[in-house]
């Protein structure tokens, strides 16, 4: 540029334009930054010229007076100081006009958004203008020198400014329509501000410190902040005080002690203030800022601490200062806060606390720390469920060393990979996990001592390789995900430990259905070291892995399948996206498909499919990487002739091995195929065709989906359309929707006609299925080109409207026109359908029901973007007509699912009434219940009575429950009850489906004369009236629930519409339903029933479309309303109160349901249970019901959803200082309640009361309990609880007494629990007291059983010492009153229990033999059993109450005495009285000869538990032995026969038949008959029958192999019992019995050397394994499958034909039984006999069934057709003849062509070909959907006689040869 005044003239133009563009452009535009640069760059001749120009267009923005351009002025300004040196200097020079402009801007948007109250979306942008503003007057303050000018000028008018832009910031602080964010920035604001403008420290400190202490004095405050802050010196709302202090830390200096000397204090006060606060707030959003606001004072406080503080500040904040300490309270309560947020910030605080602590303590630094040490008790004493215990102890770890943890007790990482059994803990395990191996890493590493590696693995490797090997799989699934990640990133090397320990046993330990064995284990460390990086698999494109791919394919068929996804996982996951696939691994996964494509478990499902979907990235990303290798290889040949691996040979891999993976997923949907297959199949398919589509032009692909996909492949897609899982119908659709039409080959019309042929009659059927495959197939024909042409030849056959060109549509989009003619002719046969419908509903019911169409035209709307229609008229003509339509339909129907019992209405299928009185219910049908329903009984009047009215003269009585009538054909159609209902709630919900989607999908018309929008005002409005009276007044759930769907649907786009009046109906109908609910009206439609029907849900739909940003006012409303309406109305002079309680409560227990709502409900959940407390104690019952429903509900809400049985589990707990302070209102109410409770049940008369609120209330006191945490500053004790619970105790109603009991044991510490057993056991009376009150002794009786039984549970807390002596002194506690235990008290409950007590501790002692048991204690013990009546003549009789109870106790006293003595070994047995001699046999006879077979099923269940742990034979002597005998004969309880044949298949077999033969004279052959007689004897269990199957086993086991023939019939029966047991049709116990005792005989009989059965009925019992592999019960399946080890165990060498799989899944236990079975019967030589009998199990039944049998099936309403889960038949055939052809072909035959038999199968095979095929063309043209189930099953049957007539062919030909 020419240094000229005209090359001068030129760059100061530019820079104009520059400066002009800059404010021109968005602050989102990239242009923006590069202007900034380019301005920044001028040369120095130019700046001057460039600054004047740039502050001429500040000056003119800033001028601004439209309020419209403000935010973009805001924006530029906000720009300028971001990193723009000369943007910041021309503001600067322009600050005061710029903090004048944003008073004005705060000030207009405050306006704003006073004015535009209810604008959801207008309110949005309106904070989010005024966030923006607030922010850029804190920048401005902070980046420009305002304070210099401050003292330079103190009257200046920029002091005036900043008053303003204070005041603004009080007002913002203040105003509760604001978004809190905005007021926690408007509150840094005003801090930064008084920094700025008040210059001294001291006054800066004192003036903050009394704005949080709200202590301002006027006199002492600047006349400037008394006159803009004078709203801050009043009385402020804590969430204003709350941001005021988080101001305070964030803006002020506390780092360099700048502050004065009034700092330290202000930091302890603002400690104290926010405490405070913690205690007052309540909502989510402010218990946030809250902890966000302690975690910054944490920080302010480490700052301060960190430079030079006074002594008095340090001693102020260690470890034991009152502000820790209650600081650290605050941790405890939330640290398992709801929200995580919240939970992470507690964290943060407790780990700054202790930086704080240390940081106080720096100077006194020494070896020990108390509060350190004892912090870390108090932490280890906490139980494992708490989570806040793992985020506390990762935290101290840093300070205190993992060798410290580990000596306090070596068992913690132990006990911690014990809690990561459950999901929800273990990734705060796993976190405390990695803190301490990472910790003891460093600290191992620090001592330099050689061996520390072996140490470290030893800790925290050794005992993971253990779990892995041992432990249940579904145990260690998450130690794998959370765990050993972490392990091996802190130590890679360890990866080689693992490996090694493992390999050497993976051949042999290769787990089992329940623990992983060493090669599960191999495969999972494997899989996550490759997915995380630390292994490489592949190597010059060819398999080097640290495996075998031995192993490997029995870890992909292995039967857990969590060990088979491992595998797969190891072979699909890398850390390398490009890494290559080898060949080995390419095979390993068509084997695995080949076996697991048939997986009933969902979620292994999901992760197979995700698992092969990453693979096929990898193969797809990898191959373009072997494509550059192909090209760069050809340039390095000449250079380096030496050979390298082929790229090219890789590419041509994968290009076979993707088309081979392809055809077989295709193959896989053949016909039969099970849901699992078809889902697995399909959802691959689908990720082959995403990540290989069809692509044009060079770009290189090694595989493109399109091009493998054949016309038998489309076909077999569309036939997924008429499966009966509606997924496999959607994965189908989206995979026919990613084909290009040359491979659909639909373009000639006739073919789409045949479609649509299907779909019409569909679209009409009774069922429900059929109406949803009319959908899909109507919107796959929606994206063919050729539809017109088809729907007009079909309109031309009278399926359509008759005038195609009378609504036309003019658009160059097919999709749209085949979208609006599909649509409309639809709606064409609807009309008429209603039509009909109208005048005979019954009929519709019957022959058309009208939801089908409505579902149909549902499906077409969502197949094109309607917002973007072409021609919109006649789009709104068919809005117009399909609106009105559906009114209509509804009219219709509404009748039925809006009457009082909907579901009863109609005469039900097992009553016998007329069919004519259907015409006349219907044409009755009136909603008749009104809200008199509490006022007055309800009598039936004599005009409602149906069964008094005369039927009309023309019907009689039919004793069927269809009415006959005639349709549009003169055919007859049955019309059920069943029907009527299903038609009229489904079409409901159809119409509010309909009416949804088109509120949500359509675009509105705003104004009556726009071009734009379908959908008028008019419409939303008349939509919103409908939702709402069918919500209102429906009475059948399914329709009134769909209808909230649709409600949702509609609210959802009226919150974000623009038009006011349609955005304030929400509000306006929630304040209409509220006062109607709470007027009581008796004459209001509103249900007061069926827990108040679709009120709630309506309710819900409007609070819920609140949106989410907003200050959820609505919510507040109408929580303020229900609250008041569910508490008891004092009014008790009638029950117009009870109406509106009653829907109150059923409101709240839905509000307090629903998920979306989150967390802004926890503030209400106080009251809430106030209200659902007393309302069980209302005297109507509706309220009492409502009442329990909804503390139901805030239980769940609270303490979270139990996830298991146990009661005393504290997973669903939580401390009471936690609960009481989060619900600090419910604290007193219990505390009140309890007592009124306590005064009633504990009365001085004894008198029976029972308080309604008892259970209730000790219900939810049970779930809370003590913490070790729990400090001395809490105001919230549980100890006052603990006196009324015990008085509870007292009440005369045993459960009461029960409840109690259990309620006090959470209450007490556990150290605390020796210590009150012992005293309430002494405050029990003496047999010599004169007043002895039963009930108040048992209530004391069940609470130290309880706590005794809790405290030994948790006995690993504490030390063995003081163990040793708490028992010393409960025993001396329970010798002083036995005579409760004896014959001196008469009371037997009180007895009972308290021989509990003593069952308890001799339980517990016979655990921990290492505990002294004093002799005398057990000589009473041994005198009680003595003298009880079940060894001495009883004195009561069944009828004295408590008597069975008292003979139970004894018996588990006595069981657990003998169970004792039994587990002591003889030479140590020093303290058992030797003058005692117990007989343990007499003890068991005298227990089974009771007459009470309670007694009778103890003793054999506890001698059933001796045998198997082969320590029965002290007890079983010759007499028990008898006794046991005779029970086979004689006993009536099914219990005990079962215990008794449990007992008999555990003893030995030359044992129990001697006795049988001494004691009972039968032969063995009689006890085998008599056994076996007992299994289908009507009556007995299933548990019975598995149980004596099993022992006839054993026997025929023993029996057949020393007298064969003597037996023969028996085992005749005994094969015939077994095939009977393995039918499908009975229960899983049996079969999985039946599974048991064929792998336990196949040594014997299956795989002998010889059939010792004979061929027959060896194959019979080989095809009840078949059947057992094919069982739906898969336990049943996995069972079965262990004949394959078996087998293999049995064999001395393996089959040379491979690996010997041994613990595989069912298809390949299926697929290896076949060969097994082939290999067997060339073993025993009879191939040729054999053969025959595989023949007829291949031709099999002929099952086609007769037409009437599949008519029955079709006319049933819910009738789906053969719903697959598991089993394929085409599997079966498939397998079965590929075993047969190569037994055929490897095998010497001796079979003749005119052999008889195979002369007969062959007769019958040519004979059932012909049948099918003639049956195949007796079907319709499409077969599929119109008769799915008959063809499916012709087509098997086609497959079938096929391979039959293939195998008869081949061997006709081996034998001709």
């Given at each position: 540029m020419p240094s000229s005044s005209s090359g001068t003239e030129v760059l100061c133009c530019c820079m104009n334009v520059l400066t002009e563009m800059y404010f021109t452009v968005g602050t989102k535009n990239p242009l923006k930054k590069v202007l900034a640069s380019s301005l920044n760059s001028v040369p120095d001749s130019c700046k001057n010229d460039t600054v004047l120009a740039f502050t001429s267009c500040l000056r003119r923005d800033i001028t601004e007076e439209n309020a419209g351009n403000y935010r973009k002025v805001v924006d530029n300004l906000a720009a300028c100081m971001d990193s723009f040196s000369l943007g910041s200097s021309c503001v600067t020079s322009l600050i005061p006009e710029v903090l004048q402009f944003l008073v004005k801007v705060l000030h207009t948007f405050q306006s704003q958004n006073k004015r535009i109250l209810g604008d959801g979306l207008g309110q949005t942008q309106v904070m989010h203008d005024l966030l923006t503003a607030v922010k850029l007057s804190m920048v401005l303050v902070q980046k420009c020198p305002v304070q210099d000018s401050l003292q330079q000028d103190d009257a200046c008018p920029l002091y005036k400014t900043l008053c303003d832009l204070l005041a603004s910031f009080c007002g913002i602080i203040l105003d509760d329509d604001l978004l809190q964010n905005i007021q926690s920035t408007a509150g840094m604001a005003v801090i930064l501000y008084l920094r700025t403008m008040v210059k001294d420290c001291d006054k800066l400190t004192k003036l903050v410190n009394n704005l949080v202490l709200q202590s301002l004095d006027p006199a002492d405050a600047p006349a400037w902040f008394m006159a803009c802050c004078n709203a801050l010196c009043k009385d402020l709302p804590d969430t204003a005080l709350l941001f005021l202090c988080q101001g305070a830390l964030a803006m002020l200096e506390w780092k360099d002690g700048n502050l004065g000397c009034g700092m330290e204090q202000l930091l302890v006060n603002l400690l104290t203030v926010l405490l405070s606060l913690s205690a007052r707030l309540r909502e989510s959003s402010t218990a946030l800022f809250l902890s966000r606001t302690l975690a910054?004072?944490?920080?302010?406080?480490?700052?301060?601490?960190?430079?030079?503080?006074?002594?008095?500040?340090?001693?102020?904040?260690?470890?034991?200062?009152?502000?820790?300490?209650?600081?650290?309270?605050?941790?405890?309560?939330?640290?398992?806060?709801?929200?995580?947020?919240?939970?992470?910030?507690?964290?943060?605080?407790?780990?700054?606390?202790?930086?704080?602590?240390?940081?106080?303590?720096?100077?006194?630094?020494?070896?020990?720390?108390?509060?350190l040490s004892e912090l870390t008790q108090k932490l280890l004493n906490l139980e494992w469920h708490s989570k806040g215990k793992y985020a506390s102890l990762a935290c101290l770890v840093d300070c205190v060393g993992t060798e410290r943890l580990l000596s306090v007790d070596e068992r913690i990482p132990s006990q911690i990979l014990d809690v990561m059994s459950d999901q929800s803990f273990a990734p705060y395990a796993s976190n405390l996990l990695e803190a301490m191996f990472i910790n003891h890493k460093k600290q191992l590493q620090a001592t330099r001592e050689s061996c520390w590696v072996e140490r470290w693995q030893s800790i925290w490797v050794s005992p993971l390789i253990l779990r892995l090997c041992e432990e249940h799989v579904t145990q260690t699934t998450y130690i794998i995900d959370y765990y050993l990640p972490k392990l091996l990133k802190c130590n890679p090397d360890s990866l080689n430990y693992m490996i090694e320990n493992l390999k050497t046993s993976a051949s042999s330990s290769v787990g089992s259905g329940d623990n992983r064995g060493a090669l599960g284990a191999l495969m999972a460390c494997l899989r996550t070291a490759r997915t995380h990086g630390h292994l490489r698999f592949t190597e010059n494109y060819a398999w080097s892995g640290r495996v075998s791919t031995n192993l490997l394919q029995q870890g992909l068929v292995h039967r857990h399948d969590q060990i088979r996804i491992d595998a797969l996982g190891l072979l699909c996951e890398s850390h390398w996206s490009t890494e290559v696939v080898s060949p080995d691994e390419m095979s390993l996964i068509k084997f695995f498909l080949k076996y697991n494509l048939n997986c009933q478990s969902p979620s292994i499902r999901q992760q197979l499919c995700y698992l092969l979907k990453k693979l096929f990235c990898r193969v797809q990303e990898s191959s373009q990487v072997l494509y550059k290798h192909q090209q760069s290889k050809s340039l390095r040949e000449s250079e380096h002739p030496e050979s390298h691996a082929d790229p090219c040979t890789a590419l041509e891999h994968y290009t076979e091995f993707m088309s081979s993976i392809t055809d077989y997923l295709f193959q896989s949907l053949f016909p039969g195929s099970s849901h699992p297959t078809r889902f697995s199949a399909l959802t691959i398919l689908g990720s082959i065709a995403e990540i290989f589509p069809m692509v044009s032009g060079s770009c290189q692909t090694v595989f493109q989906f399109a091009q493998s996909v054949s016309g038998n492949n489309v076909r077999g897609l569309l036939e997924c359309f008429s499966n009966t899982f509606e997924e496999v119908k959607l994965l189908a659709f989206e995979l026919l929707r990613k084909l290009p039409p040359s491979v659909l080959g639909l373009q000639e019309p006739q073919k789409l006609l045949l479609l649509l042929q299907a779909a019409m009659p569909l679209s009409t059927s009774t069922k429900h299925f059929d109406c949803v495959t009319a959908s899909y197939l109507l919107n796959f024909l929606i994206y063919q080109e050729g539809l017109e042409a088809a729907l007009g030849q079909l309109a031309q056959d009278g399926h359509g409207a008759a005038n195609q060109q009378s609504a036309s549509i003019d658009s160059s989009s097919f999709v749209e026109r085949n979208t609006f003619h599909v649509i409309r002719m639809l709606m064409d046969n609807l009309e008429y359908e209603i039509i009909q419908a109208e005048s005979s509903l019954l009929e519709a019911a019957a022959s058309f029901p009208l939801y089908g169409r409505v579902h149909c035209i549902i499906g077409a709307l969502q197949q094109y973007p309607l917002w973007d229609v072409s021609d919109v008229a006649p789009w709104r003509?068919?809005?117009?007509?399909?609106?009105?339509?559906?009114?209509?339909?509804?009219?219709?129907?509404?009748?039925?699912?809006?009457?009082?019992?909907?579901?009863?209405?109609?005469?039900m299928d097992t009553e016998s009434e007329a069919a004519a009185q259907l015409h006349m219910i219907m044409s009755e049908i009136k909603p008749r219940d009104t809200n008199d329903y509490f006022t007055q009984p309800r009598i039936l009047q004599q005009e409602y009575d149906l069964h008094s009215q005369a039927l009309p003269e023309d019907r009689v009585p039919s004793n069927t429950l269809c009415a006959e009538m005639k349709g549009e054909d003169d055919a007859l159609c049955n019309v059920t009850a069943q029907m009527v209902l299903v038609c009229c709630w489904r079409s409901m919900k159809e119409v509010s489906l309909l009416l949804g989607l088109l509120c949500q999908s359509l675009p509105l018309q705003t104004d009556p004369g726009s071009p734009q929008g379908l959908i008028t005002v008019e419409q939303v409005n008349e939509m919103g009236d409908y939702f709402k009276h069918h919500l209102l007044q429906s009475r059948h759930r399914g329709a009134f629930e769909l209808a909230y769907v649709g409600f949702v649907k509609l609210t959802e786009m009226l919150?974000?519409?623009?038009?006011?009046?349609?955005?304030?109906?929400?509000?306006?109908?929630?304040?209409?339903?509220?006062?109607?609910?709470?007027?009581?009206?008796?004459?209001?439609?509103?249900?007061?029933?069926?827990?108040?029907?679709?009120?709630?849900?309506?309710?819900?739909?409007?609070?819920?479309?609140?949106?989410?940003?907003?200050?959820?006012?609505?919510?507040?409303?109408?929580?303020?309303?229900?609250?008041?309406?569910?508490?008891?109305?004092?009014?008790?002079?009638?029950?117009?109160?009870?109406?509106?309680?009653?829907?109150?409560?059923?409101?709240?227990?839905?509000?307090?349901?629903?998920?979306?709502?989150?967390?802004?409900?926890?503030?209400?959940?106080?009251?809430?249970?106030?209200?659902?407390?007393?309302?069980?104690?209302?005297?109507?019952?509706?309220?009492?019901?409502?009442?329990?429903?909804?503390?139901?509900?805030?239980?769940?809400?609270?303490?979270?959803?139990?996830?298991?049985?146990?009661?005393?589990?504290?997973?669903?707990?939580?401390?009471?200082?936690?609960?009481?302070?989060?619900?600090?209102?419910?604290?007193?109410?219990?505390?009140?309640?309890?007592?009124?409770?306590?005064?009633?049940?504990?009365?001085?008369?004894?008198?029976?009361?029972?308080?309604?609120?008892?259970?209730?209330?000790?219900?939810?006191?049970?779930?809370?309990?003590?913490?070790?945490?729990?400090?001395?500053?809490?105001?919230?004790?549980?100890?006052?609880?603990?006196?009324?619970?015990?008085?509870?105790?007292?009440?005369?109603?045993?459960?009461?007494?029960?409840?109690?009991?259990?309620?006090?044991?959470?209450?007490?510490?556990?150290?605390?629990?020796?210590?009150?057993?012992?005293?309430?056991?002494?405050?029990?009376?003496?047999?010599?007291?004169?007043?002895?009150?039963?009930?108040?002794i048992h209530g004391v009786l069940l609470q130290v059983l309880y706590m005794l039984q809790s405290f030994f549970e948790a006995r690993h807390i504490t030390n063995s010492q003081q163990l040793q002596q708490e028992i010393c002194d409960i025993t001396d506690s329970l010798k002083a009153r036995l005579w409760l235990a004896k014959r001196q008290n008469p009371c037997l409950v009180t007895r009972a229990t308290f021989t509990d007590i003593l069952n308890t501790v001799i339980t517990y002692l016979g655990t921990e033999r290492d505990q002294g048991l004093t002799t005398h204690f057990f000589e009473d013990l041994y005198r009680i059993i003595e003298d009880c009546e079940l060894i001495q003549e009883a004195e009561h009789t069944v009828a004295v109450p408590g008597f069975i109870l008292y003979l139970q106790s004894v018996s588990r006293l006595i069981l657990s005495v003998l169970s004792f003595t039994s587990r002591v070994d003889e030479p140590n047995v020093v303290w058992v009285c030797p003058a005692l001699q117990m007989d343990p046999s007499r003890l068991v006879q005298k227990m089974l000869e009771s007459e009470f077979h309670e007694v009778r099923l103890m003793a054999l269940e506890s001698l059933l538990q001796w045998m198997k742990q082969s320590r029965g034979d002290a007890y079983m002597s010759h007499e028990v032995q008898k006794i046991l005998f005779e029970m086979i004969v004689k006993e009536n309880n099914l219990d005990c026969l079962c215990q008794v044949l449990k007992i008999l298949y555990h003893m030995n077999v030359e044992k129990m038949l001697s006795t049988a033969k001494d004691h009972l004279q039968m032969e063995p052959k009689d006890l085998l008959r008599r056994v076996i007689s007992l299994v289908p004897t009507s009556g007995h269990s299933v548990e019975i029958q598995s149980s004596t199957l099993k022992l006839s086993s054993k026997l025929v086991i023993s029996l057949a192999s020393e007298a064969k023939e003597a037996i023969e019939s028996e085992l005749k029966d005994w094969v015939a019992l077994v095939v009977h047991c393995c039918g499908d049709e009975l229960q899983t116990e049996v079969k999985s019995a039946a599974a048991e005792i064929l792998t336990d005989i196949a040594p014997y009989f299956l795989s002998a050397p010889r059939p010792v059965l004979g061929l027959s009925d060896t194959l019979q019992l080989w095809m009840c394994v078949l059947c057992l592999l094919q069982c739906e019960d898969p336990?049943?399946?996995?069972?079965?499958?262990?004949?394959?080890?078996?087998?293999?165990?049995?064999?001395?060498?393996?089959?040379?034909?491979?690996?010997?799989?041994?613990?595989?899944?069912?298809?390949?236990?299926?697929?290896?039984?076949?060969?097994?079975?082939?290999?067997?019967?060339?073993?025993?030589?009879?191939?040729?006999?054999?053969?025959?009998?595989?023949l007829e199990w291949l031709l099999g039944e002929d099952d086609l069934g007769c037409p009437e049998t599949t008519k029955m099936v079709e006319d049933d309403l819910f009738e789906k057709g053969e719903a697959n889960f598991w089993a394929e038949k085409l599997v079966y055939v498939r397998l079965l003849s590929k075993h047969l052809k190569e037994l055929i072909v490897s095998t010497p035959l001796c079979l003749q062509p005119q052999d008889t038999k195979l002369l007969q199968i062959s007769q019958e095979a040519y004979e059932r070909s012909e049948k099918v095929q003639h049956s195949l063309l007796g079907l319709p043209l499409t077969p599929e959907f119109l008769k799915t189930t008959q063809y499916s099953r012709l087509l098997i049957h086609k497959e079938k006689t096929e391979n039959c007539i293939k195998m008869l062919e081949l061997l006709y030909k081996k034998s001709a040869s």
């Open positions: 910054l004072w944490t920080t302010s406080a480490i700052d301060l601490l960190s430079t030079s503080c006074t002594k008095d500040l340090r001693e102020n904040l260690n470890g034991h200062s009152s502000a820790l300490c209650k600081l650290l309270e605050y941790v405890y309560v939330h640290w398992e806060h709801p929200l995580d947020a919240v939970r992470h910030q507690a964290k943060l605080v407790f780990k700054n606390a202790l930086k704080i602590h240390h940081a106080a303590v720096a100077e006194h630094s020494g070896d020990e720390d108390p509060f003509r068919l809005v117009s007509r399909l609106i009105s339509m559906s009114y209509r339909l509804s009219a219709i129907v509404s009748p039925v699912v809006h009457s009082s019992s909907p579901e009863g209405l109609m005469p919150i974000g519409c623009k038009l006011e009046s349609l955005r304030c109906l929400p509000r306006r109908w929630l304040c209409n339903v509220l006062e109607e609910i709470k007027s009581s009206d008796p004459s209001s439609r509103l249900c007061a029933t069926r827990r108040s029907a679709g009120i709630p849900f309506y309710i819900q739909a409007l609070l819920a479309s609140e949106p989410k940003n907003s200050k959820a006012g609505l919510l507040k409303m109408t929580m303020k309303e229900l609250i008041s309406l569910a508490m008891p109305s004092s009014d008790l002079s009638g029950n117009n109160c009870t109406i509106p309680q009653v829907h109150a409560l059923n409101i709240l227990r839905a509000i307090f349901r629903d998920t979306r709502l989150g967390e802004n409900v926890i503030p209400y959940v106080g009251e809430g249970t106030q209200a659902a407390i007393l309302g069980f104690t209302s005297p109507v019952w509706a309220v009492r019901n409502s009442s329990t429903l909804l503390f139901s509900t805030l239980i769940t809400r609270i303490f979270g959803v139990k996830r298991g049985k146990d009661e005393r589990s504290k997973k669903n707990r939580m401390t009471g200082r936690e609960f009481f302070s989060r619900f600090p209102t419910l604290y007193p109410f219990l505390l009140e309640q309890l007592e009124i409770v306590a005064n009633t049940v504990d009365s001085h008369t004894g008198e029976l009361k029972l308080h309604p609120s008892l259970y209730l209330l000790l219900l939810i006191l049970s779930r809370l309990y003590p913490s070790p945490m729990d400090g001395t500053y809490s105001a919230l004790s549980m100890a006052p609880f603990i006196p009324f619970i015990m008085r509870c105790g007292h009440s005369p109603v045993y459960r009461s007494r029960e409840m109690a009991a259990r309620a006090l044991v959470p209450f007490l510490m556990v150290q605390d629990i020796p210590l009150t057993a012992a005293s309430l056991l002494r405050s029990l009376p003496d047999s010599s007291s004169c007043i002895v009150r039963q009930n108040h336990e049943v399946r996995d069972i079965a499958a262990d004949i394959i080890c078996v087998y293999h165990t049995q064999k001395n060498n393996p089959s040379g034909k491979g690996f010997p799989y041994c613990i595989v899944n069912p298809p390949m236990a299926l697929d290896l039984t076949f060969g097994i079975l082939c290999e067997l019967l060339q073993q025993w030589d009879h191939v040729a006999h054999g053969v025959t009998i595989l």
